[in-house]
């Protein structure tokens, strides 16, 4: 938190910069910005990227050595018999405990004199640290700022420069994600790879068992784990497949209405109303599906004879599908917004009426751009986990009643990697083949609801 302040605070200052660096500008050409090479706004976007960026730079570098210095300053100050033959996690733990100690957590150790004392120490040196960092940060920002100004001048080529540092910004923030993707592809890979050494690849794709028990030693009950994923991949299709029951129809109609039926004073109210349902978190959702929606339909089974589960694909489908009907129906709404005027007119003029023209004429022209839409909520729904796990529960049952309890790959996911975990295993490895499995198809839904809008756009733009 006071880090944050800090930067708002070094923020505050490159503003101020950025209003001196503009008014130096136009001092500087006499009062004529036309003299200027740059408009003055470059030269105060100048003047604050001299003061930010360098202020910034030593924040983070700030922020990353700190600990390790101060770290080493404390458990050195400690006697030679509390740190000596300590391996990596023994000494990790010691620091731990002098960390819970300076911050008033529990501590197994909190009454040692010499981890109290190096508590302090590690509160003494944090509150100095901060305080050096940020008198140095301020000074390099003022110094940043004097270089700025006094290099102000109608031959300065601001605009260049502030430019250049743009697109530099630019080009790092794209490495950035790309290298996010590539990394977190390559881990999945990685342990997967891992995962099937040690589980044959065809038992994990088409296996009708799942339950993924390893023993811990080679006595333990349950010591033989099955990890055969067809019913999470059953489960999560089913689920999929009745939430898109759902939000199919009813955000599809809901966007054809507001987009040709109804009153602009009406869509005005009812669009944004509609598409508050995708603010809700789903964790909300998920509290409305096991409380309310779940028993309801239990008691309406039980009223008619059938049997339904406490935790029921069906609940957990109908809630997702309507956590999803505003994708659904505000995609499609632009879509079919989309489709130009002189369409509809045509059809008009043939004599068509207005449900004849929507059915035959905006619907077939907007159906790339629905159909874009659909993907798009399905792989939302594929990745859901909160309404899974409150709704439908854990259990990995082979069957297509939507009545029974079922569980999905996110669900599992959460489940494997829930606690402490051997990462050695078979078990907690199985959570990144799932997690590969489940990237290879959302990324493949995405990729062909995106071929089907550029395909649109090129169509119709």
């Known amino acids: 938190m006071q880090t944050f302040i800090v930067v708002l605070a070094l923020l505050g200052f490159a503003a101020v910069g950025y209003t001196m660096g503009r008014a130096r500008a136009v001092m ?3 009062g004529m910005p036309k003299d200027l090479h740059s408009l003055p706004s470059y030269y105060g976007s100048y003047t604050a ?3 930010g960026l360098p202020s910034l730079i030593l924040l983070a570098v700030w922020l990353i050595v700190q600990p390790y210095i101060i770290n080493g300053v404390v458990m050195g100050g400690l006697p030679a018999s509390m740190t000596q033959g300590l391996s990596a996690s023994e000494y990790g733990l010691l620091l731990n405990d002098i960390r819970n100690t300076a911050t008033g957590n529990i501590s197994a150790r909190a009454d040692e004199p010499a981890i109290v004392e190096a508590a302090a120490q590690l509160n003494s040196l944090s509150q100095t640290s901060f305080i050096l960092m940020i008198i140095a940060a301020f000074g390099v920002g003022a110094g940043g700022l004097a270089y700025a100004r006094n290099r102000i001048s109608p031959t300065l080529r601001a605009r260049n420069s502030v430019e250049k540092v743009i697109n530099v910004i630019l080009v790092i923030s794209s490495l950035i994600a790309i290298l996010t993707t590539v990394g977190i592809v390559m881990s999945l890979l990685f342990e997967s790879f891992l995962f099937f050494t040690q589980v044959p690849f065809y038992e994990f794709l088409f296996g009708l068992n ?6 811990l030693r080679a006595d333990q009950v349950g010591s033989s784990g099955a990890f055969g994923a067809v019913p999470l991949f059953v489960g999560t299709l089913l689920i999929t497949f ?11 109609m809901s966007a054809i209405y507001m987009a040709e039926y109804a009153d602009p004073r009406f869509r005005a109210f009812a669009k944004p109303m509609l598409e508050v349902l995708a603010g809700i978190p789903t964790v909300v959702y998920g509290f409305f599906a096991a409380l309310t929606v779940a028993p309801a339909f239990r008691n309406v089974g039980e009223s008619i004879g059938l049997d339904v589960s406490s935790e029921s694909a069906l609940a957990a489908g109908v809630v997702m599908g309507i956590m999803i009907i505003p994708f659904v129906s505000s995609l499609s709404d632009d879509v079919i917004n989309a489709v ?4 509809r007119d045509g059809s008009y003029g043939l004599g068509a009426t207005k449900s004849e023209t929507i059915r035959s004429v905006i619907v077939p022209a907007a159906l790339p751009g629905i159909v874009g839409a659909l993907l798009l909520a399905i792989s939302r729904a594929i990745g859901e986990t909160m309404i899974v796990v ?3 529960g854990l259990a990995a049952n082979l069957t297509v009643n939507p009545l029974e309890a079922v569980t999905t ?3 599992q996911i959460v489940t494997l990697l829930v606690g402490d ?3 050695d295993s078979a078990k907690t490895l199985s959570a990144f083949a799932l997690g590969l499995v489940l990237f290879f198809i959302t990324l493949a839904l995405n990729v062909i609801a995106l071929s089907v809008v550029r395909k649109y756009r090129e169509k119709y733009d």
């Not at 799942?210 to 023993?215: G, H, I, K, L, V």
């Not at 130009?340 to 369409?343: D, F, I, R």
């Open 28 to 30: 500087t050409a006499g």
């Open 49 to 51: 990227l001299w003061i």
């Open 210 to 215: 799942w339950s993924p028990q390893t023993a």
């Open 242 to 252: 009745i939430a898109m029951l759902v939000a199919a129809p009813i955000g599809l």
């Open 340 to 343: 130009p005027q002189s369409l």
């Open 390 to 392: 409150m709704a439908a």
């Open 409 to 411: 790959v996110t669900v």
């Open 421 to 423: 975990q051997e990462f």
